[in-house]
């Protein structure tokens, strides 16, 4: 089983059907769940502590939907990168080592709380640019679904 943990709605329509087609792609592979947690306001005016003190909601509800016996990849711009075929050959790793609960997180817009991260098992950096959160859901599950392609030999892009 594989959920998608995230913070935030999903407002634009065009995102909500990206994400619903790729789940729809990735049921005959895989269990699929998709957890939304409620964000904070986070005005542009906050100061470092208002900001950090919304990290830490949103993190604690993040982490409420996080059961103990789950592997966390956590998305986080200081993790560690993999092309297709390496995220691919993880996931099967984990698979075949007894993970068969595997959860992807993603946070709010301001990132992470401290206690989120140290509850990752993995940090995965999806790229080096920077996109909205919402846009990482949609990232996130056409790169499952590409390695379930891979490890399923059936055709992908490279």
């Known amino acids: 089983m594989i959920r998608i943990i995230a913070c935030g709605k ?4 065009w995102m909500r059907d990206g994400i619903q ?14 957890v939304e947690v409620a964000d904070e306001r986070a005005p542009e005016t906050n100061s470092d502590a208002e900001n950090e003190l919304v990290k830490q909601k949103e993190g604690e509800r993040l982490l409420k939907q996080i059961h103990p016996d789950e592997y966390v990849i956590l998305l986080d711009l200081a993790g560690k990168e993999w092309t297709s075929p390496q995220m ?8 075949t080592s007894g993970h068969s609960k595997i959860d992807f997180v993603i946070g709010g817009s301001l990132g992470l709380s401290k206690d989120v991260i140290a509850r990752s098992d993995y940090r995965w950096k ?3 640019n920077t996109f909205p959160h919402q846009i990482c859901r949609i990232l996130t599950l056409e790169q ?10 059936e055709p992908y892009h490279k």
């Open 21 to 34: 087609e790729y789940v729809k792609r990735i049921r005959p592979y895989e269990k699929i769940e998709l």
């Open 88 to 95: 691919a050959d993880y996931l099967d790793k984990l698979y």
């Open 126 to 128: 999806l790229s080096a």
């Open 144 to 153: 499952i679904y590409r390695c379930f392609r891979i490890l399923h030999h």
């Open 10 to 13: 999903m407002k634009e329509a």
